[in-house]
Structure formats: C-alpha cells, structure tokens
C-alpha cells in the first residue's frame, strides 16, 4: 500500500522524519517496501522561461527557443505546439535524467542546431497524463527555482500489508500503528452526521443476509460532478490511483484512508429498488473495467428492476458510474461475508482494491460513521442536498471478548513488559481492557485477526519492540551442517559458472601488483604496501584488468591463438578517512583471434568492442541486473579507446560495467601486441532487494494474445546514439510496447548528409483485446511523436 507522507501526517501529529517512520514502521512489523522520493527524481529540472521562439531552419514542427534559467539563457530546440515566447515552463537541463524513460540529456545538435536540455511535458515528468504539449506554469512562477522545490514533492511510503491486517489497508489505521509506537500523537476521527432533509427516495434493501447482512443507503440530490481539487488528486497519484472525478475520487479516498469501501450510483440510471441478493446462474454484468462477467447462484450482487449493476464488494457495473453530467447519486455503503467475497473473486479471477479489504475483513462497526464521512466529504467537493438514510440489515455487532494473562507476554514472546505498559498499547491500538486476575480484553472491530491471548502478546511484543526480545540460540544437532554462503558468495559463484558456461577461462591473479601496472588503472591513491613480498607485488591491485593483461601477455608469448580470461575479485581502493575499501568486481579480457582462418570465413577475424558488451550484458543479466533498463554511456577510462568504448549505467551515476577495446597506449604499456577487448563488472554497484543478492527474479506467465511488430525508419542526426532512440520509442507507450530492437543502421545513397537511417523492430503486446486499426494507428502516432523530440523524423 501506497502513501505520501503529508496524507500520513493528516491523521498523525508527528515531527518524525520519513526515515524515523520507515524505521518505525518495519519495527512495528509494517515492512516497507521502498520510498519513493519524487525530488530526487526532478533533480536536474528547473523553472525557465521562454524568452522567444522561432522557427526551425531545417524543420517545420520545430522551434528553437531562447529560454531563460534565471543564471544564464540557452538555446533549446522544441517540438510543442504550446511553446511561445512568454511562457513558463520546466526545462531539463544537460545531465538530468526524463524520470518517463531514463533518458539522459545532454547538449546535442538537432537538425543543426545546438540544444541544451529539453522542454518538458507533464508526462515526461511522470506528473500526469498529458502529452500534446509542454508544462505551462503561472507567470509569476520564481525562475530559477528548482522544479521539485517549486511543485512541493512529497516522499511516498510503500508498506507491504500481510494479509492478517486489514485494519493497515487504510491510512488511518497505519497512523493508529505509529501512534501507539509512540511516534506522534492520533487525531480522532471527525465525522458529523449529515442529518438528512427528506426521505430517501430509493428503497434499498438485502435480499442475501448471509453474503451481504447489512446494507445502507442515502441519496445526495444537486450534486455537482467535475475534477477533484488538486489535494485530492495528489493523495489518489502517491498512492497509484488515477484521479477520475470529484464522486469517484471521494469514495477511493474514503477507502483509501479508513479502509473501508463504499460506492456512489448515478440515481437517473437506476430503476426501481436497489437491492442486495443472488446472481441468477447465467446473469451478466458488465464492470467498470469494460469486461462482462458470467455470474452464478453462489455470488452476492447489487441489482435494481433492470438487472445487476455491482459484483458486490468487488466491482462496479458500468451502466450505473457517475459521469460529468451526474447530478443526484445514490451512496451505498455495505458489510459482505468475507468468504464470499474471495469465492466470488477466485471464481471470476477479479481482483480490485474493494476485494482486497472486505476479504480480509473489514470493521462491520464502521457503516454509519463511514457513510457520514462520505457524505461529508462529496457534499464539501460537490456540493448538494443529503436524504435520510436507509438502513437494511445489521452488521455483526457481538464484540470479541479475550481474557488475558499479562504474565502471558513473557511467558510466551520472551521479554518483560509492565502490566501498565501493556494496558497503555492496547488501548492505543482501539482494545479496551477491563483489570482483574484475567484481563478482560475487547477487541476492536477493525481487528478480525486477534482470536486470543497469544495474539494480544503478538500486539503487546511488535509495539514494545521485537529488537528488545533476547535472541536465544536453537540447539543443532551434531552433523548438521550450518550454512556458510553469504549472498556475496552465492553471487559470485553463480557469475562464475555463467563466465564458464560462455567459454570463458577463469584465471588467478595475485592481488598484488607492480606499482606501475597498478597506476595505469588507478583513479586515486594507491595502497602500497610497506613490507611487500617484492617489488613486483608492492600495490594492491585498483583494477582486475592488470593482472589479466599481464596474464594475457604471458599466455600469448607462449603461442596461444585466442584467448577469452575472466576473475572474480576484489579490487582495493581507498575510502573515506582512508579506509580501506575492497568491491567485488569481474574482468574479462577477449585477446588474440576470435574465429581463426579457414575456406568458410577467410581471414582470422579479431575481438571488438561489441564482444565485450555480449559478455557483460549476459553476466549482469545472470546476476541479476535489470539489462534492458541500462544506459550505454561514455567515460570508460582513459585505459579505453575513447571511440571504441563506453559504460553500462542505471542512471547518470550508478555504473555497473565499463567495456571496450584497450587503448593503445595501455596496450603497449602492458607490451600486448593486437587488438585487445576488456570488459570490467562491478558487481557491488548491482542493487538488491531486501533478502536477494541481486534484483529479485519474477516468475513469466505468457501472455495470451500473440504480440505485433512493426517496424519504423527514422533519419537522425549522425552523432545521435542509437540508444537514446531506443529508450524514447520503449517509453512512448509502456502500456503496449513491450520490445524495441534497432535492426539497421545506414548511411550512403538517400540520407541526407551529416544524417543516418535508423530502423527500428518495435513489439507491441496486447493485454485484454487485440489491436484494431485505430490502437495501432494511435500508438505509432505516439511512437514518431517521443522520436521527434531528438529530431528524428519517419524516413520517406
């Protein structure tokens, strides 16, 4: 689940950094999954202005802009429609990253002329949806400013919900969690009845008391349906929702907050009364997500005289959503049988966020004040006249009562807690606890989990502290074998049998160096030993790559022909304070011939550059890196031919590998006659998830609908790489682009001069439906638009 922080700190009055509640939250047993912190993500943006816009000499859809950064004017080439002289925008500067696709920017020449960065559109910056032109920002935005100070980013928490706490699928009830872990204080829920000025015009009743036992309803005539106010829409966007209307948005915001589901019917598309009962077998439905469903005798649904219009507890119909031209609702707030829900979900193989609460559980206590806070809420967006509500049903309202030791929780979770600290916990967390021998302990209706004493010490144990519980070691037996792999290790054995698998060679080299083949490869000081073994072993190596050309060297004086080395090791660097500072890293040197001569091939061909980058995508990939997200980028070392290298990057700053073909005067210093290909990994700088060594790998379900080609001729500029094309085109659709592969590059007879043809293969895969014309039609339209913003235009 999904949230910002300034939602978070709506219901808790708390000073706590976002750290401290991280922290705070995976101690209490609420993981966090991850922090998404949007300003880091807007680094490199900043509010300019566009001081004049002019025509492109060599383009017709493009304008070359002056534009104001508040320090300095640059020259930025644009393809808007909206950019004018006057405007205020975003502009990217050279180095930042397009959060859409990860793109790199940097200054290059489009159609000739110079460009510094880009103009950027709101999806561009992952704010919206919106595409046809760039971000217009008021005149008096302050120029200069950075965007992410400018916009307000707020960090959003990812907490991953185990299914035995629905009460933490809302908000509110993470809050509630913080409060009693002492990290704030809980503001109480405020919600005054709407007394309703005239009878509910709708009856509304439950033919199903086992699948749905309560049922309420209440009609809001004069409503005015439209856009939800710009706090509402960020709360729904931090937490993966997309904002729909003022109506919608009220009711996934009360779901979203408080955990509890509710639903809003247009009232002019309901006929007769609406009732809660069972599917007849056979019945169809058409749900908000445009698919019909085939219901039977065993699912409870929400009907009026004309046919159903709600999988209760599950999803919308269609027919019965509120739209722009709403304007009286009927609000429907219910308890359904959790089982029957998950049967009905499995059956249908539907899920939605209503599913995931009311299966879990939801608090049957909370219908009345859950309807007033959603009257409350659309009667302040939209405005309108509130009826009477009609109660239908009850929901279960015996409270669960446990009796409870408190000499229980060191008995059983291992740590002394104060009787009067324990009262104080559970109390904080919504119990209420009558004192005597045994505890007479309530449980509140939000917590459908708790079934007896042991889960009362669980409650007392995680808000105390699980790290204040003594860790006790289990007895093992004599033979068994404790295990000894860190996940270090396992990585490297894993990368290692992959480098052989490939024909590769493994070698062993000292982790000492001459001190002149060391400095060839440093990038700071040295460690240089004081008392070495000799002088040839005197610097600790900086780099993998010296041992192996010296290896390489000596295996090719002694009449090898081909040569294809790697070494899994540790590299030794100095870090802060000059501290020693050892990373994992991976050489591969490719020396000598790759195919020898013969009647078929001819000549004996050589190693390039582009066999070094087939070994180091293949090893990344088997340890576990994102392949496909890597950036080709510059900057491999002056060890590298400047021309025939690069680095393989997960944004600006992370490199993960460097590859190419030595420079010659490396060459020549390690006395290495011929073309020689390295390639260095750093497997420290892969990013793992919590308990994997390496990004966590998924399992692949086939996709049930055959994929799309298509293919697309771009002219672009000489000098642009290829990869950035790609990455643009990849990020036009994510939706259905599943795949781009450049299969040509041409230069000669038919492209202009200083230009190159790219050909690009672009798979498109369908989901739900296959494509008609107009889907393909639409998606190549967005495909030629994000390749026109490197002035790449669709070849003739």
């Known amino acids: 689940m999904k949230f910002s922080l300034s939602w978070l700190k709506t219901y808790l009055e708390t000073e706590a950094s976002i750290e401290q509640i991280a922290a705070t939250l995976n101690a209490i047993g609420l993981e966090v999954e991850g922090i998404e912190d949007p300003a880091a993500k807007l680094e490199g943006f900043r509010v300019a202005k566009v001081l004049t816009a002019e025509k492109h000499p060599q383009a017709d859809k493009l304008q070359v802009l002056t534009v104001d950064t508040g320090d300095k004017v640059l020259t930025v080439v644009c393809g808007a429609p909206n950019a004018r002289a006057g405007l205020v925008g975003v502009l990217g500067l050279p180095g930042a990253v397009v959060p859409v696709n990860g793109m790199a920017l940097k200054v290059a020449a489009v159609r000739g002329v110079e460009s510094n960065g880009m103009m950027c559109s709101t999806r561009e910056l992952e704010l919206g949806e919106d595409h046809d032109g760039i971000i217009e920002l008021p005149e008096d935005a302050p120029v200069g400013t950075p965007f992410a100070q400018y916009h307000g980013a707020d960090p959003v928490i990812d907490v991953s919900i185990t299914p035995n706490r629905p009460d933490c699928m809302g908000v509110y009830g993470i809050a509630r969690d913080l409060a009693a872990a002492g990290l704030g204080t809980l503001k109480p829920i405020v919600a005054p009845e709407a007394a309703g000025t005239f009878p509910c015009p709708v009856e509304v009743r439950t033919d199903d008391a086992e699948g749905c036992p309560a049922f309420y309803g209440r009609v809001i005539k004069g409503v005015k349906n439209g856009p939800s106010p710009q706090w509402l829409q960020d709360a729904l966007k931090s937490a993966g929702q997309r904002p729909i209307s003022a109506l919608v948005d009220a009711t996934n915001y009360v779901m979203l907050t408080y955990g509890r589901p509710a639903h809003a019917y247009d009232l002019a598309k309901l006929t007769g009364a609406v009732v809660a009962r069972r599917a007849v077998e056979g019945e169809t439905v058409e749900a908000l997500n445009e698919k019909t469903y085939t219901l039977d005798a065993e699912m409870t649904v929400i009907a009026d005289d004309s046919g159903v219009h709600d999988i209760a507890g599950i999803m919308g119909g269609q027919h019965s959503g509120c739209g722009d031209a709403t304007t009286d609702v009927l609000l429907e707030i219910a308890y359904f049988d959790p089982e029957r829900i998950a049967k009905t979900g499995r059956k249908l193989n539907l899920t939605s966020d209503a599913r995931g609460r009311f299966e879990r559980g939801i608090d049957p206590q909370f219908l009345d004040t859950g309807l007033a806070l959603l009257t409350n809420l659309i009667v302040e967006l939209c405005g309108g006249e509130v009826s009477e509500i009609v109660r239908a049903g009850a929901a279960p309202g015996t409270p669960k009562i446990v009796h409870f030791a408190p000499s229980l929780v060191e008995k059983l979770g291992g740590v002394t807690v104060t009787p009067g600290e324990q009262q104080r916990i559970l109390e904080s967390l919504g119990f209420s606890v009558v004192e005597a021998d045994d505890w007479a302990v309530t449980v509140p209706g939000w917590r459908p989990d708790v079934d007896g004493a042991p889960d009362i010490v669980e409650e007392v144990v995680r808000i105390h502290g699980l790290d204040k519980v003594e860790s006790v070691p289990l007895p093992r037996a004599d033979g068994v074998a404790k295990p000894t792999a860190t996940p270090a290790q396992a990585l490297e054995r894993r990368v290692r049998r992959a480098a052989a698998a490939r024909g590769l060679q493994e070698a062993v080299t000292w982790s000492f160096l001459p001190e002149p083949a060391a400095e060839a490869f440093a990038e700071g000081p040295l460690w240089v030993l004081a008392n070495p073994i000799s002088e040839d072993m005197k610097a600790m190596r900086p780099s993998l790559l010296p041992g192996l050309l010296m290896a390489a060297k000596r295996n090719l004086d002694r009449g090898a022909a081909s040569l294809r080395l790697f070494e899994i090791g540790r590299r030794y660097l100095r870090g802060n304070g000059g501290a020693s500072d050892e ?109 994997t060594p390496g990004f966590a790998r998924v399992s692949y379900a086939p996709p049930a609908l055959q994929a799309v080609t298509r293919d697309y001729a771009f002219l672009v500029p000489a000098e642009l790489p290829s990869g950035d094309l790609v990455r643009l085109v990849q990020g036009a659709d994510k939706a259905n682009i599943v795949g781009v592969r450049l299969f040509d590059d041409f230069r000669g007879n038919g492209v202009p001069e200083g230009q190159k043809s790219l050909a690009l293969e672009v798979t498109l895969q369908p989901v739900e439906a296959s494509y008609k014309e107009a889907d393909l039609k639409a998606i190549s339209e967005k495909v030629t638009a994000a390749a026109a913003k490197l002035g790449a235009v669709l070849r003739g």
Not at 594 to 605: L, V
Not at 641 to 652: C, D, K, M, V, Y
């Open 583 to 691: 990373r994992l890293t991976l050489g591969v040197v490719l020396a000598g011939e790759k195919t020898p001569r013969g009647w078929a091939t001819g000549k004996a061909s050589a190693f390039d550059a582009y066999d070094a980058k087939a070994e180091v995508l293949a090893l990344l990939a088997e340890a576990g890196a994102p392949v496909d997200k890597l950036q080709v980028m510059g900057e491999a070392g002056p060890q590298f031919h400047p021309g025939q290298s690069a680095t393989l990057r997960l944004g600006p700053k992370t490199v993960l590998a460097r590859f190419g073909m030595l420079h010659p005067k490396t060459a020549k210093q390690f006395d290495v006659d011929g073309p020689v290909a390295v390639a260095e990994l750093f497997l420290d700088a892969i990013p793992g998830k919590k308990g």
